[in-house]
């Protein structure tokens, strides 16, 4: 086999790694592709790893041990995040987003792949951590940021449901009281968890916690731990307080008619 | 500036090239980053193109003109991708997913970031040569591979529901038949999208086509072209037939109790 060099060896460890964040590849792994010894590959982390911290482009963590090898992680991704948020915020205050009822429009930021991308390793980065086994979210604007959680985490998303349907199988279903004090169920197939597991709960908006509250209720009937609840925005002054240990990516002030609300970057964002 | 080395340029312009697939980055770009000449940024990009053609890593392309630069296709990356989707079919293959009605549990597979980013990269392979403005969906289970789909595309995703909800503003509502022969209504924000622009219909399954008839006809309100319709499963007998010109990823047939059935890669799956 030809001699690959230490030019390509780097762009094919930078693209394999950063393609699945979060996974160990042992040192063997790279040895085998390139056809190499464990010392050069040793050597191209070491270099790789100085290089991903000078340019900012997240951690590359050297795992020891008999399950060993080297991850991942998207930390910091572009340097601090905090600016990425604030775009994200000042978007948000476009006064044009307020709809009637004092709701604000913003499923075109939770659906776009470069945001939701972006704000899914900044909730992984806040769970590193932390063991977790799966991302739960319940249906529908909070899938797409939990997916991008879920695979920074290299964990699968499990998505609760409003209804029972048929192709989910048997279902556990559950009452909850929403934010907004109607009585709401929420439903998962019984295959989706198993027992003893972790999850983290992401959800898109935090009014006063009814929605996560369900879904910590829904954990316990499949006794999975809950490891931690992160909302991509939430009140400043929830209207209730249904949950605890929450984080949330943003804070929104309360909208009133005709006064101007504000959107700001969590404390923890940095 | 301290003098960046051809290693560390190829590792750096891997991870900002893979991390944002189908953006064209102008040759200034990485220019400016580094600190250094076109010429040199030119060999290093046609280094990078053969690295990543040699690994199966993808496609480099030099996009020629004034809006010129180069950019990255997750094209056929690790190889053939038909070994990856009959893997899949493998285990929609195993019959304790089948469930009462004839239908087919496979909520897992279709939230898994790794089969979704997957099957999100080859959708997109297959629409490179169409100009596409937004892929659309319909909720929920199709969500996480449009995703991936719209990220691979470099475009947003946008998400019709099933009723009319506050927090997306002022709808259009249209009502059709679904694939069962039910009424079904599907509602979208007028903001969600621009007139005259271009539509990528990705869904999950495909009965009859009765959802993705009712997207195309929800994309007739908007003045908004339908440029292509793709589903991860379809039936390979389907009950009806409400649209044209559809792809699959998968084939299913027919389910009957106590019979075997199959799931295959469709042949555009290379």
């Not at 001699?3 to 979060?22: C, D, F, H």
């Not at 951690?59 to 572009?78: M, N, S």
């Not at 709960?201 to 369900?214: E, L, W, Y």
């Amino acid at each position: 086999m030809e001699k690959i060099k230490r030019n390509e060896r780097l762009a094919v460890m930078t693209q394999v790694l950063t393609a699945a964040p979060n996974r160990i590849f042992t040192l063997g792994y790279f040895c085998d592709m390139f056809n190499t010894a464990k010392s050069t590959v040793s050597e191209d982390v070491a270099l790789l790893e100085d290089t991903m911290k000078k340019f900012h482009l997240g951690r590359l963590e050297t795992v020891t041990g008999a399950a060993g090898g080297v991850r991942y992680r998207p930390v910091q991704v572009g340097g601090p995040q905090r600016p990425f948020v604030e775009g994200i915020c000042r978007k948000l205050m476009d006064p044009s987003r307020v709809l009637p009822g004092g709701y604000l429009y913003f499923s075109d930021i939770l659906a776009d792949p470069e945001y939701v991308s972006g704000m899914g390793k900044l909730i992984a980065t806040a769970y590193y951590g932390t063991p977790v086994d799966f991302v739960l979210t319940m249906e529908t604007k909070g899938i797409p940021v939990a997916l991008m959680a879920a695979q920074a985490l290299n964990v699968p998303l499990i998505i609760a449901r409003r209804t029972t349907k048929v192709y989910e199988g048997s279902a556990v279903n559950i009452s909850y009281v929403s934010g907004n004090g109607s009585i709401e169920t929420m439903s998962l197939s019984r295959r989706a968890v198993k027992e003893g597991s972790r999850a983290l709960i992401v959800d898109d908006f935090m009014r006063g916690g009814g929605t996560a509250g369900g879904m910590v209720a829904l954990m316990k009937e499949f006794n999975v731990t809950v490891a931690g609840i992160c909302f991509v925005l939430g009140l400043e002054n929830p209207t209730a307080h249904m949950i605890e240990g929450e984080k949330c990516l943003m804070l929104l002030s309360d909208i009133k008619p005709g006064e101007s609300y504000t959107v700001r970057p969590a404390d923890w964002v940095l």
